[in-house]
C-alpha cells in the first residue's frame, strides 16, 4: 500500500485539512514540478488552492477517471465545484483565479492562443525529468516516458 507523498511539501495546503478550495494536482516526485508548485503556493494570496501529489494513494480513490498516465502527462487542477483542467488549461484556469496571476490572463486566453499553450506545456511536461531531475523515496524510482 502506497503512503502519502510528503507534502514539503508538509508546508502546502493538504486537500482533507482545506476543504473548499481548488486541487492542484502535480508530480511530487519532480523536481521541476515541485519548484513550480511552491511558487504557485507562495502566489497563492487568497488561499484557494490545496495540493496533492499524483504519487499520494488518495488520488488514485478519489479520481478514478484520471489515469496515471494522464496524471503523469500534465499538472491538473479539480475545481471545488467538480471540474477538470489539464496542463496549459489548468494554468489558464489558475490565471483567472489568483490575483497574483492576473497579469498572465489576457495571454493565457488571447483568441487562437490555447493550441500554442498546449503545445508548450506539453513539450516541457516530457522534458521535465531532463530539465531538473527526479526526487524519489529511497532514491529509487523509474522514469516515466
Request: aromatic letters at 10%.
Amino acid at each position: 500500500m502506497l503512503k502519502p507523498i510528503d507534502q514539503s511539501q508538509s508546508r502546502l495546503p493538504d486537500p482533507d485539512k482545506n476543504t473548499g478550495r481548488d486541487i492542484v494536482i502535480w508530480d511530487g516526485q519532480c523536481n521541476f514540478c515541485r519548484s513550480l508548485v511552491m511558487r504557485l503556493f507562495r502566489l497563492d494570496w487568497t488561499s484557494r488552492l490545496a495540493f496533492i501529489s499524483l504519487h499520494d494513494q488518495r488520488v488514485a480513490e478519489r479520481y478514478p477517471e484520471l489515469s496515471f498516465d494522464a496524471l503523469m502527462d500534465q499538472m491538473w487542477v479539480v475545481t471545488k465545484e467538480g471540474g477538470r483542467y489539464g496542463g496549459a488549461d489548468a494554468v489558464g484556469y489558475l490565471s483567472l483565479r489568483m490575483p497574483a496571476l492576473w497579469l498572465l490572463a489576457p495571454l493565457m486566453h488571447l483568441p487562437w492562443s490555447q493550441p500554442l499553450w498546449r503545445a508548450m506545456h506539453r513539450w516541457v511536461a516530457r522534458r521535465r525529468y531532463r530539465l531538473a531531475g527526479k526526487n524519489c523515496e529511497g532514491g529509487t524510482c523509474h522514469l516515466h516516458k
